[in-house]
């Protein structure tokens, strides 16, 4: 997820490893999560919480846990 996306980028139409790569970031992956993946949730049933935990962290457990600074960890209940 990007907290800078406004609405989810996704292209199902990559299909070359190498350019899902450069899009995604991963090679099996085929979108980023915008800011609209709560609204998405939400859609399908879920109580969605936006929780910035992550600042929480120290710079160490940061790496150690391979999260991005101030990268938000939804919290999600089914209704």
């Known amino acids: 997820m990007r907290n ?3 609405k989810t980028y996704e292209d199902f139409t990559i299909k070359d490893p190498k350019e899902r790569q450069k899009h995604f970031g991963q090679y099996d992956h085929v979108r980023w999560y915008g800011m609209d993946y709560f609204d998405r949730l939400k859609k ?4 969605t919480e936006i929780n ?3 600042q929480k962290f120290s ?3 940061i790496k150690k846990y391979g999260l991005r600074k101030n990268e ?3 919290i999600i209940y089914k209704k």
Do not use: N, V
């Not at 399908?44 to 109580?47: K, L, P, R, T, V």
């Open 44 to 47: 399908a049933g879920f109580e």
């Open 52 to 54: 910035f935990y992550s």
């Open 4 to 6: 800078s996306l406004e």
């Open 59 to 61: 710079e160490e457990e």
């Open 72 to 74: 938000i960890l939804p």
